[in-house]
């Protein structure tokens, strides 16, 4: 499980210099053609902090050719899984090793607390070691039931090149959950991280060198959505598509990707409820609704950004919550003890502020925030943490991803009531109800349309357990044995015993 409260004892600094990176293909440490670069400026404290090398078409086209020839000369998918498992392995490891590098420029690319960037680099070793042990077990399926002279059996394959695309808001925990699990299969990868995050991304390439990846096998190409992401997407040469980011851009990839019929896996947005019965434990619940609204800056695909509440218990509730919200830690992410960071840009803390403003101007009430705030010696990107009740159900800031610290409340008075409410959405990520009544739990917990649904609990997560979204929220599923089988082509050999087969063509 994801350890979110991984600390040590000492305040960090900003670092002197800023780091910078090249593509890698094809083992090579490559500059764009272009001579092109993208700067990073920390969410946090507004200064520069990593300079990556901005891909065009001519560095795609490299690493796709690069990745397709290491796929199909066979130097990583004919190999044993034992022998890919190792290298897997040893990357875990070496990630390890490497967690207060990692997460130092992961806390300062995307504004989130270092306790967090800690947990998120360190945990994703589990991804890794987890992937390594399903390559070694996977299996298909024989049939020894079609007859005496027939057997049949259905193996499954690598599917081929895939293109990874990644978001910013958790980069290195995402990159994880996608490229060990297509290494694992057998497939050689071409990946694009966030270009607001490239540096986790981009520092992994020494790691697999490290670890002994034979070279094509993972490739990275930094840069922008527009023309690295287009392009991987269209590409002929390649066969699959992981993508996590925004419904709207997951769509767009499925459209293009649909001239070549290639396969497409998407994890996109999500406006995820969680039900509050009015027998739960009410103190539980209460912290994991901060927990769940205010985690990463509420900038989180599983972010409980809605609230459904018995509407006898909704008052009470409310003041838990809003009192708990004060006792968060918003502040300085190089700071041990801050839980909740910076707004990635301020064009998305602007997007932010509007949802609010229009929600009240359409009658919604403020509980707490609602505003900018002011962090000591820091840059301008950090929000408040924001309660607003009276949302009806149409209003944009109930049905949109505001993707920040901000809780729409919402009544209810019958179970039915609630599920409604729940599935009154595009989305389908994940749901959660809490309950002491498992007659409650049980009902809502089938009914309720989301890939995840947590019980008295929220965004508790494990590698064996597998997680994507319903309806707008996604296609296909990620980590445990379902993710592992997404980068799995199927086929079935069929095989006649004693050459028995009766002619087609007769004698005449
Ligand atoms: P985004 O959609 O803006 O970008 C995601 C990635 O796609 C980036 O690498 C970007 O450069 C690339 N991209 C942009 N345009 C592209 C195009 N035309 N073709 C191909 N690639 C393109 O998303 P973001 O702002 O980085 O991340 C936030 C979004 O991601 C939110 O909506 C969040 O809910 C979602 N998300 C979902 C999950 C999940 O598991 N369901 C996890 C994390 C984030």
């Not at 992981?242 to 996109?268: D, M, Q, R, W």
């Not at 309950?435 to 409650?440: L, P, Y």
């Not at 994507?468 to 089988?485: A, P, T």
């Amino acid at each position: 499980m994801l350890d979110l409260n991984l600390r040590v004892h000492s305040d960090l600094h900003l670092p002197s210099d800023i780091v910078t990176h090249k593509h890698f293909i094809d083992g090579q440490y490559l500059e764009s053609a272009s001579g092109e670069v993208t700067e990073r400026v920390a969410p946090s404290h507004g200064v520069f902090v990593s300079r990556a090398a901005k891909g065009t078409e001519a560095e795609v086209n490299l690493a796709v050719a690069a990745a397709r020839r290491a796929f199909d000369n066979g130097r990583w998918c004919r190999i044993a899984a034992k022998e890919r498992a190792i290298v897997l392995t040893k990357v875990a490891d070496l990630i390890e090793k490497n967690v207060e590098r990692f997460a130092l420029i992961e806390s300062l690319e995307s504004g989130k607390p270092i306790s967090q960037a800690r947990g998120e680099v360190g945990g994703a070793a589990e991804l890794w070691r987890f992937a390594a042990s399903l390559a070694r077990t996977s299996t298909g399926e024989t049939h020894n039931n079609l007859g005496d002279d027939i057997l049949a059996m259905t193996v499954k394959e690598p599917i081929g090149v895939v293109s990874i695309i990644t978001p910013w808001n958790f980069p290195f925990w995402i990159l994880s959950q996608k490229l060990p699990f297509a290494l694992a299969a057998g497939c050689t990868c071409v990946i694009k991280p966030s270009e607001f995050t490239p540096s986790t991304t981009a520092m992994l390439a020494d790691l697999l060198v490290q670890a002994g990846m034979p070279k094509g096998v993972c490739n990275i190409v930094l840069g922008h959505g527009d023309p690295v992401g287009a392009l991987m997407t269209s590409h002929s040469d390649v066969d699959m598509i992981s993508f996590t980011g925004s419904t709207a851009v997951g769509k767009k990839v499925a459209e293009v990707a649909s001239n070549t019929l290639k396969k497409v896996t998407s994890e996109l947005g999500g406006k995820n409820p969680q039900v509050i019965m009015p027998d739960a434990d009410l103190d539980a619940a209460a912290d994991a609704v901060v927990f769940g609204v205010y985690f990463n800056v509420g900038q989180c695909c599983n972010s409980s950004s809605r609230i459904i509440v018995h509407q006898d218990i909704a008052n009470a509730f409310i003041e838990k919550v809003v009192a708990l919200s004060k006792k968060v830690v918003f502040g300085n992410p190089l700071h041990v003890d801050t839980q909740v960071g910076a707004i990635v840009t301020p064009e998305h803390q602007q997007k932010i502020d509007t949802y609010i403003k229009d929600a009240i101007n359409q009658g919604a009430t403020v509980h707490l925030g609602g505003a900018g705030m002011h962090v000591e010696g820091l840059s301008k990107q950090f929000y408040q943490p924001t309660v607003i009740s009276n949302v009806r159900p149409d209003m944009a800031i109930s049905r949109e991803e505001v993707f920040g610290p901000v809780l729409t409340v919402l009544t209810f008075q019958t179970l039915d009531e609630a599920i409604q409410i729940t599935n009154d959405t595009e989305y389908g990520l994940s749901a959660g109800i809490w309950s002491e009544n498992i007659h409650n739990c049980l009902e809502f917990s089938r009914r309720a349309n989301a890939g995840t649904i947590w019980t008295n609990t929220w965004m508790d997560g494990f590698p064996e357990v597998t997680f994507g979204g319903m309806k707008q929220s996604g296609q296909g599923r990620e980590i445990g044995q379902y993710g592992f089988d997404e980068f799995l082509e199927i086929k079935s050999m069929v095989m006649r015993i004693g050459k028995t087969r009766a002619p087609w063509v007769g004698d005449t």
